[in-house]
C-alpha cells in the first residue's frame, strides 16, 4: 500500500455514529482504532484477516448483509451495525457450534490470549452443551517437552498454523484429514520434533483456547490466578521484552509482551521456555566456604569478612594489580557499573573484563578506529528495510533468532541475501541467501577486500560519501589493488564469479547493512576483520543512514552494557580511557578516591598471570572461564594456582568448584535494575519473583564486600546506581531511571534528559567527525592444518542451549532436545575416518583433547570440523588457541589445526 493511499482519510459509520479511519483499513480495524469493540477468535493483528471464526460479523445498513469485519474494506460512506440483535444472534450461534466440538476452560479468566474463548463464552451467557452430540477425540500430542496439544479444546481457528507460517516461517503445523477428523498436526501427523517446528511457543502464545498450552503451567496446575511482570530475557544480545507469569513465587510460564521494542511479539525457545532454571533446587542459596576440599554453608557475614580479608592480605601484600576481576554481561547495567567501580576504587587496580573480551573485543577496537563508537550502527528494526544484507560470521537464526526472522522478513520482501560463512548456515540452507561464499575458516580480510576492489573497479563507489564523510582514503585505495578476484580465489576458495556477484550486488544496494558476529571477531586478527567491514560499509556510502550500517550483533543479553559501563580493562564507564589524565581525575573526584593510571589485564592476561604468580586472588561474578575461555587445560592451572578465588553465582559451576567462597547470588529474575541490548537499548528489568533462599542480587553483595574493604558503597536501591551512572557516563547522560520505565527505553547516545536517544548513529557525521579507512594486510590465522593436526576446527553456538550451559542445560525442555556435544563433520571425512552417525571420535589439537559423539552433515566443508562450545563435558575450549589479536587481545577461538581419531565403540 503506497504512503499516498495510507493517508487518505474516510469516514464510516458504525451504530450511527461517524467515525474515521484511513483507506486500506478494514472496518475491525478502523472500528478498534476509534475504541469499538468487535469480538473476535480467528483474528489477530500480526496475522493477514481470514474471517474464518466469523465471530466479527457486522451488518451492512444498506444491503443487510453479514460481513465479517476483519476482512471486509472500509470505504468512505459505509454503514454498519455491530451489536444489534440479528449480529448479536448470529454471533451467538457460531459460538455454540464452536463450543459444540470442543471443551471450553470455564474457569478461564483475565487478559490472557488463552482465555479468548472462555471469555466469549461468558459473555454471550452460552451452555457448551446446548448441541449435544458426536464431539471429534483425537489423542493429546504429547510429543515434545515444551507444550501440548489438547484436541478436545482445538475450536480449528487456524490462529497457530498462520502464526507458524506468517510469523516465523516454518509450516511446521497445518489442518490435517478431512471433515469431522480435521485436526492440527505436523505434516504426515508425525512428531513435531521430526519437522521444522523450533519450539518458538508461536503458535502456543497464538491459542484463543487454551488447546495449546506450555507444559510448565501444566505442571504447576495449570493456575488461572498468576501474577505478570513485564522484564527482559537473558539470553541473547536482542533484548527482547517478555512477561513472566507467576504463582507462589515461582516461574508459571513465560509470553511475549506485545509492546517490545526489539522483539514484537517473538521470543525462540530459550526465550519462551527456558526459564525454567530459576525454580531449581540446585539453585546456590547459601554462602559456602572451602575448608579441606569441600564446601560448607556460611552466614553472610562470615563469608564476607572471610572475602574481605583475603584479598586486604593480597593487596598489602603485592598491591591491588595482584587481584583481579572479571564482571559479567548476564548481570545489569548497574551491577556492572559497580563491580568495575569496586575494583577500581575500592581495590585500585583496572584489572577488570568480563566475557567481551572473548566475542566483541575486536569489534569495539575496530569500529571505534574507524568510525569513533563500538557499537551496532543502525536499529533491529531497521533490518527488514534493506534491500541488500550481508551476513558474515553470524548464524543469525540460531545465534540471534529473533533478528533472523528480521532478515528473512527483509528476504521475503525482496531483499538480496549475500551469506559468507565456512558453514551451510539455515540461511542458506533453507534458500534465504541468494549467494553463499563458503571462504576457508580465518580468511576474511581477504574476500571483503577483494569485494571492495571490484566495487572500486566498477565505479559503484560513493564518491561523494568518501570525499566529504572520510579520510585516509588514497592510502587505502592503493591497499585494494593487491586484492584481485584471482588472488582472493586463492586465499579463500571462494570462485571469482560468485565473489563479483556478490560485490556487484552489494555495490549497488541503495541500503546495504552489514551483519556480523563472532565468526568474524574471534581471530587473532579480529580487529583487521572488523576495519575491512567498515571499509566496505564507507567505501558505498552505507553509513549514518537508516537500514544500513555495520551492525555487530551481541552475544550475551548485556554485554553491550557491560562494555558501555566500563567492565574493560582501559576505559571506565562510557569508553572513557583510563590512561588520560583528565578522565582519571574526573572518577577520582566522582569516587573520592586515588585510581590506577595503568591499564589492567584483559581475561587471557589475567589467566597467563594468575599461572605466573603475578596475580594472586581473583573475584569472578556470573562468568565461568572454565567453558568459555580458550584453552581450559591452562585455565584449570591458573585457578588452582591462585591464592584466593571467590566466585559469585546462582549455580555451582565448573569454575565455581575451583572457589575459596562462594557467594550465592539472585537471578535475573529476582533483580531490578536496566540492561542494554546489541542496538544499544537501556531497558528496565523488572524484578518477577523475590530472591530464592538466602540470595542477594549482585549489586547488593558488591556493596557490602565494598565496605567491609573500607570503602563504604551505601546504596538503599537500584535506582539510585541507575542515576549514579548518568552522572559519569556521557552517552548515557539523559538515561535516567525515571525515563527507563517506558517500555520503548531509550537507545544512547542519549545525552541529556530532554534528548529523545539515537536510532542510529554517524548521520551526517562519525562520532570520530570523519570516518577513517584502513589499508589491511591479510595474515593467515595463528594456526593452520599441518600433517600433524590435518583438519580445521570452528566453533560456536546451537539453536537450543546458550553460551556456557548453566541455565539451559538446566531447563528441562532444551536439555532434553539436545542433552549431549556433538561434532560436525562432512561425509567425506567421515568416510575416510570409517565413522558412522551418533558414533564417538577423540578430536585433539595441540592443547588438548576431547571425546564427542560425530554429527554427519554436509554443513561443515571437507576437511572442517564444528563444535558448539556450550558442553563442559565435551568442551570445545579444551581445543582453542589462546593466541591473541595484538590490539583487541582476543583469542582465536574460531580457528585451530586438530585431529580426529575414530574410537573403539563397542
Sequence with gaps: MSDLTKTETIQIKVNGETIEGVRGDTVLEVAEKNGIEIPTLCNMDQLEPTGACRMCLVELVDSGELVTSCTYPARDGLEVETNNSRVENSRKLNLELLLSNSKVDMDCRGNETRCELANLAREYDLNPERFEGTKRTHPKMEDNPFFELDHDKCILCGRCVRACEEIRGRSAIDFVNRGFETK??????????????????????????????????????????????????????????????????????????????????????????????V???????????????????????????????????????????????????????????????????????????????????????????AFGSGAMTNSIGEIRDADTILVTGSNTTESHPVIGLEVKKA???????????????????????????????????????????????????????????????????????????????????????????????????????????????????????????????????????ESTGVNPLRGQNNVQGACDLGALSNVYPGYQNVDLKENQEKFEEAWNTELSPEIGLTVVEMMNAAEEGDVRGMYIMGENPMVSDPDIGHVEKSLENLDFLVVQDIFLTETAEFADVILPAASFLESEGSFTNSERRIQKLNRALEPRGNTKPDWEIISELSTKLGYPMEYDCVSELTDEITEVTPIYGGITAERIKDKEGLQWPCPTEDHPGTQFLHEGEFSRGLGKFHPISYREPAETPDEEYPMTLTTGRMYYHFHTRSMTGRSKGLDELVPEAYVEMNPADATSLEVE???????????????IKTKVTDRVPEGTVFIPFHFAEAAANRLTNSVLDPIAKIPELKVAAVDVEKLNNC
Excluded at 243 to 268: F, G
Excluded at 445 to 470: P, Q, S, Y
Design 184 to 277: 492440527i498436526s505436523p505434516p504426515l501427523d508425525r512428531s513435531l520434533t521430526e519437522g521444522t517446528c523450533q519450539f518458538c511457543g508461536q503458535c502456543v502464545d497464538a491459542c484463543p483456547s487454551g488447546a495449546l498450552t506450555s507444559n510448565m503451567r501444566i505442571e504447576k496446575g495449570n493456575p488461572n490466578e498468576v501474577e505478570t511482570t513485564s522484564t527482559i530475557c537473558t539470553y541473547c544480545g536482542v533484548g527482547c521484552r517478555m512477561n513472566v507469569h507467576t504463582r507462589d513465587n515461582e516461574v508459571v510460564d513465560v509470553s511475549p509482551d506485545p509492546e517490545a521494542p526489539a522483539n514484537d511479539i517473538r521470543l525462540c525457545s530459550k526465550g519462551r521456555f527456558g526459564f525454567d532454571f
Design 411 to 545: 528476504v521475503k520482501d525482496g531483499a538480496n541475501l549475500i551469506v559468507a560463512d565456512p558453514r551451510e548456515i539455515e540461511l542458506v540452507q533453507e534458500g534465504d541467501a541468494d549467494i553463499h561464499m563458503q571462504q576457508n575458516s580465518g580468511t576474511d580480510v581477504a574476500w571483503i577486500m577483494g569485494m571492495i576492489n571490484i566495487i572500486l573497479e566498477e565505479g559503484l563507489w560513493d564518491e561523494g560519501f568518501v570525499k566529504n564523510r572520510t579520510e585516509n582514503f588514497e592510502e587505502f585505495k592503493a591497499s585494494v589493488e593487491n586484492y584481485t578476484p584471482k588472488r582472493v580465489e586463492e586465499i579463500t576458495g571462494i570462485a571469482r564469479d560468485k565473489l563479483r556477484r556478490a560485490a556487484l550486488t552489494y555495490g549497488k544496494a541503495d541500503k546495504g547493512t552489514i551483519l556480523f558476529a563472532m565468526g568474524i571477531t574471534q581471530h587473532s586478527h579480529g580487529t583487521d576483520n572488523v576495519l575491512a567491514a567498515a571499509n566496505l560499509a564507507m567505501v558505498t556510502g552505507n553509513v549514518g543512514r
Design 279 to 369: 525454580n531449581r533446587d540446585d539453585r546456590l542459596t547459601e554462602p559456602l566456604i572451602k575448608e579441606d576440599g569441600e564446601f560448607r554453608e556460611a552466614s553472610w557475614d562470615e563469608a564476607l569478612t572471610k572475602v574481605a580479608d583475603e584479598l586486604e592480605k593480597i593487596k598489602d601484600e603485592a598491591g591491588g594489580d595482584a587481584i583481579a576481576g572479571l564482571s559479567s554481561a548476564t548481570c545489569t547495567n548497574e551491577e556492572n557499573f559497580l563491580f568495575q567501580k569496586f575494583m577500581r576504587a575500592t581495590i585500585g587496580t583496572n584489572n577488570v573484563d568480563h566475557c567481551a573480551r572473548l566475542c566483541h573485543a575486536s569489534t569495539v577496537a575496530g569500529l571505534v578506529r
Design 837 to 851: 552417525e551418533g558414533e564417538k571420535v577423540k578430536v585433539s589439537s595441540r592443547r588438548g583433547e576431547i571425546e
